[in-house]
């Protein structure tokens, strides 16, 4: 059985977190444009089960496909995420995806890194929570700086005239 990759190590760079939702969308909106004003590597990185994985194309009726196929699967579906996000081709981007459950997974990727992004709220949970779950984890335990964009602000209160994500030095 082909291995899956169960934790992903960063050396620097800003990670974001990506479950397909809208406010993961935007906060990799976000953080793509952070990567490329401080001109340092952008990590997606998301986190699956079977449960919340796309079905493989290997997938039929009465076999369940190996979970390489499954990673493959989820890797694919990010990948196009990345590409529908339009970012300047000058970030130099990296798509991991790590079969745990969220938090395990971004902490872990959060070890190496210089800042972590995350939408509020992901696909789960209830609607009408300002922080879901996993970001409000995030944000009391990770290991390095937390963003988290709101959905429907895309960070607007943190840039400057142009749109640019703005960093307070410090």
Known sequence: MDEVSEVVRIDGGVVVGHDGSKCAQEALLW???LARRADIDLHVVRAWSMTTAP?????????????ADWEKAVLDELTAHVAA???????????????????????GAAEGANLLVVGARGKGGFAGLLLGSVS???VHHAPCPVTVIRSGHGGREFTDAQGEPVVAAG
């Open 55 to 67: 079905q493989p194309s290997t997938w039929e009726p009465g076999y369940v496909p190996p979970l």
């Open 31 to 33: 953080a793509g444009r």
């Open 136 to 138: 409000d984890q995030l």
């Open 85 to 107: 996000a339009g970012l300047d081709p000058a970030v130099r981007v990296h798509c991991h995806v790590v079969h745990r459950s969220p938090v395990q997974a971004m902490l």
